[in-house]
C-alpha cells in the first residue's frame, strides 16, 4: 500500500503564501496521479489541483487556476503545492491522495483516488 503524510499547512494572512508538501512511502511505485482536495469548514471535499505521474500535465480548479502551481519530485517521493495570493475562501483541510490505477486521465472526483493522507490545515486570515 501507500502512506501520504501532508505537511506545511498553518496560518496566514490574506494574500500570503503557502508551500504544501506530501511524503509518500510505502510501495510508492504504484503512486500514479496525484492530487490535492480541499475541505472547507462544514462543506464536502473539492478538488483543487492534480498531476500525472511523469509531471507532463497538470489540472487545476478554476478557483485556483493562476495562483497555485502542482508538482512533484519522484525521485523524493514528495507532492507539492505552492499557494500564493491566498484568499480566507482558502482555508480548511488540505489533502493529498493518489490513483493507483495507472491512468493518465485525471479525475477531479474524490473516489478515483485509492489513496489519501491525513490532512493538513490551512487557515487564511482576513
Known amino acids: 500500500q501507500v502512506q501520504l503524510s501532508e505537511s506545511g499547512g498553518g496560518l496566514v494572512q490574506d494574500g500570503g503564501s503557502l508551500r504544501l508538501s506530501c511524503a509518500v512511502s510505502g510501495r510508492t511505485e504504484i503512486a500514479g496521479i496525484m492530487g490535492w482536495f480541499h475541505q472547507a469548514p462544514g462543506k464536502d471535499r473539492e478538488f483543487v489541483a492534480a498531476i500525472r505521474k511523469s509531471g507532463d500535465f497538470t489540472l487545476y480548479s478554476d478557483s485556483v487556476k493562476g495562483r497555485f502551481t502542482i508538482s512533484r519530485d519522484n525521485a523524493k517521493n514528495t507532492l507539492f503545492l505552492q499557494m500564493d495570493s491566498l484568499k480566507p475562501e482558502d482555508t480548511g483541510v488540505y489533502y493529498c491522495?493518489?490513483?493507483?490505477?495507472?491512468?493518465?486521465?485525471?479525475?477531479?472526483?474524490?473516489?478515483?483516488?485509492?489513496?489519501w493522507g491525513q490532512g493538513t490545515q490551512v487557515t487564511v486570515s482576513a
Open positions: 491522495a493518489a490513483d493507483q490505477s495507472r491512468t493518465s486521465v485525471i479525475s477531479r472526483i474524490t473516489y478515483a483516488y485509492d489513496f
